[in-house]
C-alpha cells in the first residue's frame, strides 16, 4: 500500500474515525505507477498524515472544502528511520472534506521486495505497521474502497478476504472499523503469465517468466499433500481454497487472503517449494493479524509458522525434526548470549535481520523450550486450538503471546522459568 493514514497520537484518533469513502485506482504505466486516490473523510478537524512510499511524487493534490487548509511538509519520519517514507499533513478544520490525488513514479523499495523490480511492483504496508514505530501505535487504515481496472494487478488482503468481499471491488470500511487493528491491503502488480488448475484447490499462478516455474497443477498436488499434513497433525484443513501464487524474483515471500507470494531463489527443488508453502499457508489461520495485535506478541507470527513448518516437514519426511530443533537452538543460544536479545522488542539491527534471527529462530527456539516443558502433545492440542478459534471467529481473531503466555503457564507452572531465560 502506499497510501496510509495514520494520526501522531491515540488521543486524536477517535477524530478521525470517520474516513468514510477511500477510493484508490492504481495502474502500470509506462514509467512506473500511476495511483489516484480519493478520501472522503468527516474529520472533526485536526491533522491528517498521509505517508507514501519513497520514489512515488504526487503529481496533483485537491482538497475542497477547506479554508485554510494544508500545511503540507515532505518529510521522513524521525520514527521510522530507516523506513523513510515520505508523508504528507494536512490540517484540517472541522467540516467533511474529499482529498483528491495522484501520485506518480516508481517505489523504492523499502524493505527488501517491496518496491519496483524491473516492471513488478509489490506494495506492501507491512513495515507501517510495526507497532514499535511510536506513529504508527494508532492506525487508521487507508484505502478501503479500491477498484481495479487491470487485469494484471492482484490486490489482495487477509481482511477482505476474510469479510468475502468482491474481487473487483474492495469495500471494507465498515468491518475494520470495529477493529482499529487490521491486516492491510496488499498489491502485486506486473505482466504476468498465468497458469491455472481447478480442483478442490483452485490454483492460479503468476509469473513474470515465459513459464512459471512450476505449474498450478503441481502446486496443487503438492498442496494436498501439504493439507493432509496439516490434517494429521493439527486436526484443520489448509483455511482457503482457492490459491493465487506468485513467483517473485527476490525479497522472500508473503502471505495475504489467498495470495502466496514465494521467492524464486528459495524454491528452486521441490523440498524448497514445500517449506516456503507451508510457512506461507500457515500464516493464513491469523490471517495476518498477530503483529498487529501488540508490540510483545510480533514475534509469535513468524515463530509459530517455523515452529509448524519443522513438524510439518518432519511429517513429510523431508526433515528429521531433532534436526530442526537442535540447529534453531544452537543458534538462538548464541544470538541471545551474544546480543543480549530480548525478542521482540529490541530492535537494534535492520527489520530484515531482525526478522530473521529473532522472530524466526530465537522465536522458535522459545517455542520448543516451552515444547519441552508442556509436552509436544499439549502444545500441539494448544496450537491446533488456537487455528479452529481463527477460522470460527466471526470478528478478527488476535492470537496475542500474552493469551498464549497463559495458556500455557497454565499448564506448567515452569514455563515461567523457561521465558525468563529468554526475557519474555
Ligand atoms: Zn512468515
Redesign the pocket.
Given at each position: 500500500m502506499v497510501i496510509n493514514m495514520v494520526s501522531r497520537s491515540s488521543s486524536i484518533i477517535n477524530e478521525f474515525n470517520l474516513v468514510e469513502d477511500v477510493f484508490l485506482d492504481i495502474r502500470l504505466c509506462r514509467d512506473g505507477l500511476r495511483i489516484e486516490f480519493e478520501i472522503a473523510t468527516q474529520c472533526v478537524e485536526g491533522r491528517l498524515c498521509l505517508w507514501f512510499n519513497r520514489g512515488l511524487e504526487i503529481e496533483k493534490l485537491y482538497i475542497d472544502n477547506v479554508k485554510q487548509r494544508i500545511s503540507h511538509e515532505l518529510s521522513v519520519d524521525p520514527d521510522l528511520k530507516a523506513i523513510e517514507l515520505k508523508r504528507l499533513f494536512i490540517e484540517l478544520e472541522k467540516g467533511r472534506y474529499s482529498i483528491k490525488g495522484v501520485l506518480k513514479g516508481r517505489i523504492e523499495p523499502i524493505m527488501g521486495l517491496h518496491g519496483s523490480i524491473d516492471k513488478l511492483h509489490v506494495l506492501r504496508p507491512t513495515t507501517l505497521y510495526y507497532p514499535f514505530t511510536t506513529s504508527c501505535k494508532s492506525i487508521l487504515i487507508p484505502l478501503l474502497l479500491c477498484e481495479h481496472r487491470d487485469a494484471e494487478v492482484l490486490f489482495h488482503s487477509d481482511i477482505l478476504h476474510r469479510f468475502k468481499c468482491a474481487t473487483s471491488l474492495y469495500r471494507v470500511d465498515s468491518y475494520w472499523r470495529a477493529s482499529e487493528r487490521v491486516s492491510p491491503i496488499e498489491v502485486v502488480i506486473g505482466r504476468f503469465r498465468i497458469s491455472r488448475f481447478e480442483d478442490n484447490f483452485k490454483v492460479y499462478v503468476y509469473s513474470l517468466h515465459r513459464k512459471p516455474l512450476y505449474s498450478a497443477k503441481k502446486i496443487h498436488d503438492v498442496l494436498e499433500k501439504i493439507d493432509m499434513a496439516y490434517r494429521e497433525s493439527f486436526d484443520v484443513e489448509i483455511p482457503i481454497k482457492e490459491h493465487h501464487i506468485v513467483f517473485l524474483p527476490q525479497g522472500g515471500?508473503?502471505?495475504s487472503g489467498t495470495l502466496t507470494a514465494l521467492d524464486e531463489r528459495f524454491v528452486k527443488d521441490e523440498k524448497g517449494l514445500i517449506v516456503n508453502l507451508v510457512?506461507?499457508i500457515c500464516?493464513k489461520w491469523w490471517f495476518g493479524t498477530i503483529k498487529f495485535c501488540d508490540r510483545e506478541s510480533m514475534w509469535l507470527?513468524?515463530a509459530i509458522?517455523e515452529y509448524i513448518t519443522d513438524y510439518i516437514l518432519h511429517f513429510l519426511k523431508l526433515k528429521p525434526i531433532e534436526d530442526s530443533k537442535n540447529k534453531r537452538l544452537t543458534i538462538a543460544r548464541d544470538i541471545v548470549v551474544d546480543s543480549k536479545y530480548r525478542p521482540p522488542t529490541d530492535v537494534p539491527i535492520p527489520l530484515s535481520d531482525f526478522e530473521e534471527k529473532i522472530w524466526r529462530i530465537v522465536g522458535t527456539a522459545i517455542l520448543y523450550r516451552v515444547e519441552d516443558t508442556v509436552g509436544k502433545e499439549n502444545m500441539f492440542e494448544l496450537l491446533s486450538r488456537y487455528m479452529k478459534e481463527s477460522i470460527k471467529s466471526k470478528t478478527l481473531y488476535c492470537l496475542t503471546w500474552s493469551k498464549m503466555r497463559s495458556d500455557l503457564i497454565e499448564l506448567s507452572s515452569d514455563v515461567e522459568k523457561v521465558l525468563s531465560e529468554y526475557r519474555v
Amino acid at each position: 500500500m502506499v497510501i496510509n493514514m495514520v494520526s501522531r497520537s491515540s488521543s486524536i484518533i477517535n477524530e478521525f474515525n470517520l474516513v468514510e469513502d477511500v477510493f484508490l485506482d492504481i495502474r502500470l504505466c509506462r514509467d512506473g505507477l500511476r495511483i489516484e486516490f480519493e478520501i472522503a473523510t468527516q474529520c472533526v478537524e485536526g491533522r491528517l498524515c498521509l505517508w507514501f512510499n519513497r520514489g512515488l511524487e504526487i503529481e496533483k493534490l485537491y482538497i475542497d472544502n477547506v479554508k485554510q487548509r494544508i500545511s503540507h511538509e515532505l518529510s521522513v519520519d524521525p520514527d521510522l528511520k530507516a523506513i523513510e517514507l515520505k508523508r504528507l499533513f494536512i490540517e484540517l478544520e472541522k467540516g467533511r472534506y474529499s482529498i483528491k490525488g495522484v501520485l506518480k513514479g516508481r517505489i523504492e523499495p523499502i524493505m527488501g521486495l517491496h518496491g519496483s523490480i524491473d516492471k513488478l511492483h509489490v506494495l506492501r504496508p507491512t513495515t507501517l505497521y510495526y507497532p514499535f514505530t511510536t506513529s504508527c501505535k494508532s492506525i487508521l487504515i487507508p484505502l478501503l474502497l479500491c477498484e481495479h481496472r487491470d487485469a494484471e494487478v492482484l490486490f489482495h488482503s487477509d481482511i477482505l478476504h476474510r469479510f468475502k468481499c468482491a474481487t473487483s471491488l474492495y469495500r471494507v470500511d465498515s468491518y475494520w472499523r470495529a477493529s482499529e487493528r487490521v491486516s492491510p491491503i496488499e498489491v502485486v502488480i506486473g505482466r504476468f503469465r498465468i497458469s491455472r488448475f481447478e480442483d478442490n484447490f483452485k490454483v492460479y499462478v503468476y509469473s513474470l517468466h515465459r513459464k512459471p516455474l512450476y505449474s498450478a497443477k503441481k502446486i496443487h498436488d503438492v498442496l494436498e499433500k501439504i493439507d493432509m499434513a496439516y490434517r494429521e497433525s493439527f486436526d484443520v484443513e489448509i483455511p482457503i481454497k482457492e490459491h493465487h501464487i506468485v513467483f517473485l524474483p527476490q525479497g522472500g515471500g508473503f502471505s495475504s487472503g489467498t495470495l502466496t507470494a514465494l521467492d524464486e531463489r528459495f524454491v528452486k527443488d521441490e523440498k524448497g517449494l514445500i517449506v516456503n508453502l507451508v510457512h506461507e499457508i500457515c500464516h493464513k489461520w491469523w490471517f495476518g493479524t498477530i503483529k498487529f495485535c501488540d508490540r510483545e506478541s510480533m514475534w509469535l507470527s513468524e515463530a509459530i509458522p517455523e515452529y509448524i513448518t519443522d513438524y510439518i516437514l518432519h511429517f513429510l519426511k523431508l526433515k528429521p525434526i531433532e534436526d530442526s530443533k537442535n540447529k534453531r537452538l544452537t543458534i538462538a543460544r548464541d544470538i541471545v548470549v551474544d546480543s543480549k536479545y530480548r525478542p521482540p522488542t529490541d530492535v537494534p539491527i535492520p527489520l530484515s535481520d531482525f526478522e530473521e534471527k529473532i522472530w524466526r529462530i530465537v522465536g522458535t527456539a522459545i517455542l520448543y523450550r516451552v515444547e519441552d516443558t508442556v509436552g509436544k502433545e499439549n502444545m500441539f492440542e494448544l496450537l491446533s486450538r488456537y487455528m479452529k478459534e481463527s477460522i470460527k471467529s466471526k470478528t478478527l481473531y488476535c492470537l496475542t503471546w500474552s493469551k498464549m503466555r497463559s495458556d500455557l503457564i497454565e499448564l506448567s507452572s515452569d514455563v515461567e522459568k523457561v521465558l525468563s531465560e529468554y526475557r519474555v
